[in-house]
């Protein structure tokens, strides 16, 4: 049996195998087992005998068992590290590097002059009350923008909206800043819009504002006018022309030069030769009063900028689309 079961287990490369080996010499039913089991027919002087050389047998088997296991155990890890090796001469791959995204790249220029200015970076909430989106902007009931067909509620509680402007940021900032107050809101705004060149359910705003004593119009206009000479160079023409808002009063919208505008055929402002890039005025006494500002103290103004459209004229991209189908053929170009 010793010698059967030794060459056996010599031989044996899993451990599965080993397992059986154990059982079928040693288990229960196994063949030393029954040796075992048979001593009692035995006489009184052989007993001991064949008992101390079984028990041997047994001890020796055992031993060789664990051992055989341990080298299997062995022999697999050695297989596993190797088959796992790593070759570290090999040549790594380049890594492919993105672009950051060209509007991205616009409203890091836009924040940069701002910062330069004074002016704090305020983010806000997508999801927002209709009373910060409106009421406490002055649009009363039934004004236009309030309108269902413009704007997405929320379906189980029309309170809540996707914000369709970033001047709720107004309001928070009035809410939670110290007097004077400057800052720029940049972010996302939704609107039941239908996707074509210039339009998209989702766009983005840049809100701007200013509070403190003797804020003029003046302050506006001059501001908005250095900022858009240093995005877009020395001498870049702006336009203001009479506007209405409920939350500034008087009101504007900002048209900026295009940029070497090709005429009739300019496909950034169709020939007109000047781009739209936000609305902007003097905030509107009501609305500060409701924020606790007094209106005879303090005065201030505030702007919304379509980035998309600022991106556009920067880097005179003819189509929005482009600026959200985010295909690298474009992308890759700035
Ligand atoms: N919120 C206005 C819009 O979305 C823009 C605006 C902002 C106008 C601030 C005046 C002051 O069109």
Redesign the pocket.
């Known amino acids: 049996i010793k010698q059967e079961a030794l060459a056996a287990l010599a031989v044996t490369k899993e451990s599965v195998d080993l397992e059986a080996l154990r059982v079928k010499y040693l288990g229960k039913k196994g063949e030393l087992t029954a040796v075992l089991k048979q001593m009692g027919k035995l006489s009184a002087e052989e007993r001991p005998v064949i008992g101390q050389l079984a028990n041997e047998v047994r001890e020796r088997l055992t031993a060789e068992i664990d051992a055989q296991k341990k080298k299997i155990e062995e022999i697999k890890l050695e297989a596993r590290l190797e088959a796992e090796a790593v070759d570290v001469t090999i040549p790594g791959q380049r890594t492919k590097l993105g672009h950051q995204h060209p509007m991205y790249i616009a409203l890091d220029e836009i924040k940069d002059i701002f910062v330069g200015m004074g002016f704090t970076i305020l983010d806000g909430p997508e999801v927002e009350l209709a009373y910060y989106n409106f009421d406490r902007l002055n649009a009363e009931e039934g004004h236009p923008s309030r309108d269902w067909s413009d704007t997405f509620y929320f379906d189980q509680d029309s309170r809540v909206m996707l914000r369709?402007?970033?001047?709720p940021m107004?309001v928070h900032a009035m809410e939670t800043k110290p007097l004077p107050i400057r800052i720029l809101a940049p972010g996302r705004?939704y609107r039941k819009d239908e996707v074509d060149a210039t339009h998209s359910p989702m766009f983005h705003?840049v809100?701007g504002m200013v509070i403190d004593k003797n804020i003029t119009m003046a302050d506006l206009k001059g501001t908005l006018n250095a900022v858009m000479e240093q995005l877009y160079g020395a001498g870049t023409k702006t336009r203001f022309r009479p506007h209405h808002?409920p939350?500034?009063e008087p009101?504007c919208e900002m048209d900026v030069q295009c940029h070497k505008c090709g005429g009739v055929g300019c496909p950034t402002c169709k020939g007109e030769g000047w781009i739209e890039v936000?609305?902007?005025?003097m905030i509107h006494p009501k609305v500060l009063e409701m924020s606790g500002i007094d209106p005879e103290v303090y005065s201030g103004w505030?702007?919304?900028m379509g980035l998309e459209r600022m991106a556009m004229r920067r880097f005179k991209i003819a189509d929005l689309r482009l600026i959200f189908e985010n295909d690298v053929r474009f992308l890759e170009q700035f």
């Open positions: 369709s402007q970033t001047s107004q705004v705003q809100e808002f939350f500034t009101s936000l609305g902007a005025g505030a702007f919304g």
